[in-house]
């Protein structure tokens, strides 16, 4: 030990996401000698709570699945839906790594990828691709093999899990949205898997049949401690330590002590963006500003983008989120996002005066970009309300609200927020909301939707609109009067998956200062680093996928791979 180190490695990871744990593997089999660490007692960030899923072009899956991509056109798609602010180099380097990283991705690690028939976000945008396979989900991991690390990976969201405890995958996931033949075998089959995974069962809640998020992170972590990659939990960064203009190693507080760690290439920050701090969203970001309702991880406080801007980092884009209608349970730590609910027909959202303002069926970034600007500029929309009638309540959930469940055996925070009326007027008055503008609303959405028109809102008209909708409903999947009485009601939030506001980089992932020059020895990926997306969001997987993209591009850089 030379010094006053307390450790010295090669690279030193801040963070355990998706981006983060893809580093560390890249950097490893690059002989590098790297240490991961994690603020949080659990592993995964926000990456594991997730879908998992990756925006890719181009990649040999969806080759493979009988689709030909063109990378200028997917860079032609996000580069007219991007900030100006983006250059077009960094999103250059995505749209031409992405696919190699995920090449790299199967032949170094038991993480499986399939490409999807999943239309793009603005897929009738030129570049954009209404058939879908660009974005890639992750397919069934076996959590036996990470034997005791499985009880330190974070849980999915309760938006992505089932009862809160049960992993799940998309097909899973219609099977019993639609309640279609073998349904009931089907969940019986998964909650015995459960309960029955003795006698590890008497020991975690953990569900050992990994899916989405949880596939993603713990296939890595496997290959990552295949590697000997050691990840330490409990660990946060304090500062960055920099000597000679050069980012050299990170103070950490780590089981009450601090240690100095030195990182002879670098410094990759993956810690993801200040989701749950409110004192930066209350200076930075404006329409976003309620860190309860963000579905982040409690650990993301904007820690490493603070030591960044503190080592001489430059920021950008810092008043904006991946923004999205939440569901917010009293008691729950996060909000829940809404994605396929509000798609499916015999369903209308109104503000606080009972009126319909926009396509609900549009993508969640472009629906909670919606709610919040309409909430900024006429502070009616948080909340707003998710309006539908028994026959909807009956087939299918909205949010945390199942079907087939009586009201009475709803968790305690569902009914202390659901609204119930016998008629519109009635519902409205619980809701606080004026009966006759209501009623108005309703019966205006129901002329249209009884010819499956919405001559509003277009709901139902593009190719985003229709996949989440109600397909054995026709002509449009996504619309169906309200009609059939009691009626009921759920407050929706304009919230957020995680801000997406960070450190400025360039197309290697260094972080640069105000004048462009790179940090020599600091990186930054995910959400941690400003997005190459900007403001919006082109389609599924375009919060992962460049956190791996980039992540993969930071690890051959500092360890000399693309020289």
Known sequence: MTGNWDKEVDVVVVGSGAGGLLTALVAAKNRADVLIIEKAALWGGTSATSGGGIWIPGSDQARAAGFEDNLDDAFRYVRALSAPNVPD??????????????????????????????????????????????????????????????????????????????????????????????WAKGLTQIMAKYWFDWPFRFSSRKDRRLTLGNALTGGLRLALNQAGVPLWLSTGMQELVREDGRIVGVVVQRNGQTMRIRARKGVVLAAGGF????????????????????????????????????????????????????????????????????????????????????NEAASYHIVGQQMARRHAEHGDASPSWMVFDARYRRDFPMGPLLPLVPDWLQSSGVRKIMKKGRTLSELAQAMGVDPATLTVTVNRFNAGAAQG???????????????????????????????????????????????????????????????????????AVGNNAASSMGESYPGAGVTIGPAMTFGYIAARDLTGAND
């Open 89 to 182: 180099a960094n999103i250059r380097a995505y749209v031409d790594n992405a696919a190699s990283m995920l090449r790299w991705v199967t032949a170094h690690t038991p993480v499986v990828y399939t490409a999807q028939p999943y239309p793009d976000y603005h897929a009738e945008n030129p570049g954009g691709s209404t058939t879908g396979f660009r974005t890639h989900l992750p397919e069934l991991f076996d959590g036996k093999l990470l034997g005791d690390d499985l009880k330190t990976q974070r849980f999915p969201s309760p938006a992505a899990s089932l009862f809160g405890y049960l992993n799940w995958t998309f097909a899973e996931t219609y099977l019993l949205l639609y309640r279609t033949k073998g």
């Open 275 to 358: 989701d749950k701090n409110q004192a930066m969203r209350d200076a930075n970001a404006p329409l976003y500003r309620n860190a309860t309702l963000s579905g982040g991880v409690p650990s993301n406080t904007g820690d490493a983008i603070r030591a960044g801007a503190a080592a001489g980092a430059a920021t950008m884009n810092m008043q904006s989120a991946w923004a999205a209608p939440v569901f917010y349970v009293p008691g729950e730590d996060r909000g829940r996002l809404v994605t396929i609910e509000r798609a499916l027909p015999g369903c209308i959202m109104v503000n606080q005066t009972g009126q319909r303002y926009l």
């Open 453 to 523: 028109q919405d001559p509003e809102f277009h709901r139902g008209e593009a190719a985003y609109d229709k996949m989440y909708g109600d397909y054995r409903h026709q002509p449009n999947p996504c619309l169906r009067p309200l009609t059939d009485a009691p009626f009921y009601a759920m407050p929706i939030y304009p919230g957020d998956i995680g801000t997406n506001g960070g450190l400025t980089t360039n197309a290697r992932a260094q972080v640069v200062d105000e004048q462009g020059n790179p940090l020599p020895g600091l990186y």
